[in-house]
């Protein structure tokens, strides 16, 4: 495009503009806040020129005598000349702070992957992100945390694309994650990595789960890892440990970040770890959920699939990845060897396959640097990625199977069989330590050895539930508890429309109350069974059917011997306590009676061969207690139906 100025002088778009300004130049300074009405009409010129604006400002100069436009016209180069400096200037100086302003390199890189950053360099780089690549990605706060802060999430991508979730730092002192994860997303930004892993996917990425833990930054907060100097801590601010907290979800953390997981749907899930434990050689284990080591299914295959092809492209990058936790059967005894197991839903990655999605533990292993540490997660991020570029298709498509009235295999446990497998380890030695009295393990890094060891790949059930045919029913008394958690998982309930007569219900034949608390909670373990039974109940029943997506968790919640189950975790203790008593002098009296039915009188007798019963005299006023009409039908007796 040609542009003519009215001194004659034709700049054309190519033309260098700054040498053209300055050749036109004819007198050095114009001040732009001139009271004369034609200087203003100038640099309305002027402007029209610069930004080629349209052609109303030529008009408007043209009906200017000529006198006049010849002398503007003299000042015209002068000013093109100032307002070219100046915004030469301007437009370095912005450069140089957009520059500055969008540093995408973390402090980790900086400080030779020595240190790492703290929370605000973190909400920094999420913004930054998003402002160096506003078509790509997204900075997006999730809420606030008990101390405060805002929780942030970086989308990379579009969500309607497979989604990819990786979160790093849910125990805030194993943080290699997080640096791993700005370094890759920098490098594939800006087309350092080609093909782009990122091409097809899209990525949602939570830097820091555990926000205020990491900010109880010090040096020693774990002992059995080298580096960074320093870092945060295991747990909340609330002292809840986040990877534990899946199922009941009491952490706001875990409320907002499962909320936008459920949101974001992705077909993939990564919880970046550090691992403590043994020394030995393999960066990483990768402990993807599901594999066939217990299922069949094209989910359970897909999660194999995905794991077999991530091992192998790790192995193409130099790392050492064992598809399994690598924690020995018995502590501290490396002979005992390594197994598959399927963690309980209160773990992120088993929660993500109860919620019918692939998920993976990723634990380096904390006795190598933190450099070659942050380079394990980079390569296991990026190698994951191009694994689900190339399977994630039919991803999205699981979960779509029922339970209704069938068994389902809920718990598992390793079975007997195994292969001996050479493990890469370290020469170690067993001496009696002078300081516990008895003996203890020292690994020499120096001197690699091949461990033969069992590996238990195997699993069988080790806890199987009959589901229901319809649904459970919860009491309203207990809503305002479970609805709230029911909500965070996005499971459906409803008000009971039909109540079954005959429901089956649980009773307790043997509760056991966890002496120690866990998580805040008081957690119990019972035995029993379900049985047909009549029951009176209150109006408004709560209905959560059966027939809705995941219904394993379902079973996971309200089966009462499941480990993570609401009953388990202690939300329904109040029912496995005895509330009303029989004064015993009262007992005595009502035994007397009752030995007078011949029925009764044979039973106690019956009961009386057994020498604990007859020892135990609570246990026999008991016997009495039961069977008369005062006694609490409640007591131990699970308020939940299912039918
Ligand atoms: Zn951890």
């Avoid at 580096?227 to 609330?238: A, D, H, I, K, L």
């Avoid at 049985?531 to 009462?560: C, T, W, Y």
Wanted: charged fraction near 25%; proline fraction near 6%; glycine fraction near 4%.
């Amino acid at each position: 495009m040609v542009s003519k100025v009215s001194n004659g002088h034709s700049l054309d778009s190519s033309e260098d503009y700054f040498l053209s300004t300055y050749r036109m130049a004819r007198k050095p300074f114009i001040k732009f806040n001139s009271p004369l009405k034609s200087e203003n009409l100038l640099i309305v010129r002027y402007t029209a020129h610069f930004f080629k604006l349209p052609k109303w400002c030529d008009k408007s100069w043209n009906k200017r005598p000529y006198p006049a436009r010849m002398a503007y016209s003299n000042q015209l180069g002068a000013h093109k000349m100032y307002f070219s400096v100046s915004l030469s200037v301007v437009m370095a100086v912005f450069t140089f702070s957009a520059f500055a302003a969008t540093d995408l390199t973390t402090i980790a890189e900086k400080s030779g992957w020595k240190q790492t950053g703290r929370a605000d360099e973190t909400e920094r780089l999420c913004h930054d992100f998003q402002k160096s690549y506003p078509s790509r990605v997204k900075c997006k706060a999730l809420g606030k945390t008990p101390e405060g802060r805002t929780l942030y999430s970086m989308i990379v991508g579009k969500l309607t694309d497979p989604v990819v979730w990786v979160q790093a730092g849910i125990h805030a002192g194993e943080i290699d994650g997080k640096d791993a994860t700005f370094w890759l997303l920098k490098d594939i930004l800006t087309k350092k990595i080609q093909p782009d892993p990122l091409a097809g996917l899209c990525l949602v990425f939570i830097p820091i789960m555990n926000l205020d833990g990491h900010e109880r930054f010090a040096k020693y907060n774990r002992p059995n890892q080298v580096g960074p100097e320093e870092m945060g801590w295991r747990v909340t601010s609330q002292n809840y440990n986040l990877n534990r907290d899946y199922v009941k979800v009491d952490a706001p953390e875990m409320r907002m970040i499962t909320t936008w997981w459920r949101k974001v749907n992705p077909v993939l899930s990564l919880d970046l770890h550090v691992t403590d434990g043994a020394q030995f050689q393999p960066q990483v284990g990768l402990v993807v959920l599901p594999t066939t080591a217990f299922g069949n299914s094209n989910f359970h295959k897909a999660g194999s699939a995905f794991e077999t092809a991530l091992v192998e492209k790790m192995k193409a990058r130099g790392q050492m990845a064992l598809p399994f936790y690598p924690s020995f059967e018995e502590e501290d005894d490396p002979k005992t060897g390594f197994s598959r197991y399927v963690s309980n839903p209160r773990f992120s990655q088993s929660y993500w396959y109860h919620q019918d999605r692939l998920g993976m533990l990723v634990e380096s292993h904390s006795w190598k640097d933190y450099a070659n540490r942050v380079k394990t997660h980079y390569d296991t991020v990026l190698s994951s990625l191009e694994v689900a570029q190339e399977q994630s298709k039919d991803w999205r498509m699981f979960g779509k199977y029922s339970v209704n009235g069938s068994k389902v295999a809920l718990e598992f446990k390793h079975t007997d069989k195994h292969t001996m497998i050479d493990f890469p380890g370290y020469e170690y030695k067993k001496i009696k330590s002078p300081i516990s009295g008895v003996e203890v393990i020292e690994y020499d890094p120096s001197k690699k050895q091949v461990w033969k060891v069992p590996f238990y790949e195997e699993l069988s059930p080790s806890l199987v539930v009959t589901a229901p045919k319809t649904g459970y029913l919860i009491q309203p008394s207990e809503a305002a508890i479970i609805l709230p958690i029911l909500d965070v998982h996005g499971i459906k309930y409803s008000k009971a429309k039909i109540l079954p007569p005959n429901p089956q219900v649980f009773r307790a034949t043997k509760t056991e109350f966890n002496p120690k608390s866990l998580e805040g909670h008081h957690t119990l373990k019972v035995e029993g069974e379900w049985n047909e039974e009549k029951v009176d109940f209150p109006a408004g029943m709560i209905f959560v059917s059966i027939s809705q997506r995941s219904p394993k968790f379902i079973l996971h919640l309200f089966e009462p011997k499941a480990q993570d189950s609401f009953l388990s975790w202690g939300f329904f203790n109040r029912y496995f306590e005895q509330k009303e008593y029989m004064e015993n002098y009262v007992a005595h009296q009502v035994g007397l009676e009752m030995l007078k039915d011949p029925k009764i009188k044979k039973e106690f007798e019956e009961k009386m061969k057994d020498k604990a019963f007859a020892d135990n005299s609570e246990e026999r006023y008991n016997f009495f207690y039961r069977k008369h009409p005062s006694w609490d039908v409640k007591f131990n007796r699970y308020p939940v139906y299912k039918f």
